[in-house]
């Protein structure tokens, strides 16, 4: 998207329509906030009319890309929305804290939430809507969405009749929100691999489910408004000279697949009024 802004002329670079094709073609409508198209921001009913023309969902237009989300933060606020976990999770979050612009995910320190799922598997978290367990008294009858043990730093914990936690999912979804109507683009990492050390470090991986082992395992598939990019979940990814597994690696406690939760997250963002990017690495 930045080349084909690059190379096009000062002449065709004023012009709307093709402005609008090129938003149309990259959905990507923060294309107006480069300096070269800052005159057509200002035009809030072309805008809108970038905004309807980019769609919404998760793009995966430059999923390979190792270098398009650092240029988007170089010229504007572009805020990862979704960061895989597992061991890596707290090094990714260090390492992108350290650039302007921060992250749009919720931490809560030792302190235990609410995830998306519970009553084993049965209940999911509304992917675009509070679930009414934020802060709430948890009730006797734990049922549905209740019936779920609290995610910590020290590990899970049963909660305690009338006691009060965070809901995680409701406070995320939230804070993406707010980020986008703060004008910042949301970004999502497929994976925590950062670089090819942090594979045998940290134990980072993919999050990327294939239809094959879904319905192995008997999971949801994962499906989007935009599509996917061939081979989800299957064979090797290369990205600057380095191979990496796309699978997600297996859980060796529950021998299931990893990042159960970050797929709930790429589910809600899909549904979310506004294109988000998704890339494989952060």
């Not at 992917?127 to 709430?136: K, N, S, V």
């Not at 990893?258 to 963002?269: Q, S, T």
Request: net charge negative.
């Amino acid at each position: 998207p930045f080349d084909a802004v690059a190379k096009a002329s000062v002449e065709l670079l004023q012009e709307a329509d093709f402005v609008l094709e090129l938003v149309k073609e990259t959905k990507a409508p923060w294309l107006l906030k480069l300096p070269e198209l800052k005159h057509f921001a200002q035009n809030k009913s072309f805008r809108a009319q970038c905004d309807e023309v980019a769609g919404t969902g998760l793009v995966f237009t430059w999923y390979q890309s190792s270098t398009c989300f650092w240029d988007m933060r170089k010229h504007f606020s572009a805020i990862t929305g979704s960061v895989p976990g597992g061991k890596a999770s707290e090094a990714v979050v260090e390492e992108l804290s350290a650039i302007e612009g921060g992250l749009s995910t919720v931490c809560f320190g030792d302190r235990p939430v609410f995830g998306a799922y519970a009553d084993d598997g049965r209940w999911e978290h509304p992917l675009g809507a509070p679930c009414g367990r934020d802060e709430a008294p948890v009730p006797e009858e734990r049922t549905g969405m209740w019936s779920a043990p609290l995610a910590g730093r020290r590990g899970e914990v049963v909660p305690e009749v009338g006691s009060r936690h965070p809901c995680w999912c409701c406070r995320w979804l939230a804070e993406v929100r707010e980020k986008h109507v703060q004008g910042a683009t949301i970004c999502c990492a497929i994976s925590n691999i950062y670089a090819s050390e942090w594979v045998s470090h940290y134990g980072a991986g993919s999050s990327e489910l294939s239809d094959a082992e879904a319905e192995r395992l008997k999971l949801p598939r994962e499906v989007f408004k935009n599509g996917r990019p061939r081979s989800w979940g299957e064979g090797i990814f290369q990205i600057c000279g380095e191979n990496y597994h796309r699978a997600a690696p297996l859980d060796p406690r529950s021998g299931k697949p990893l990042g159960h939760n970050c797929r709930w997250e790429r589910k809600a963002l899909d549904q979310l009024g506004f294109p988000v990017f998704a890339f494989f690495m952060p």
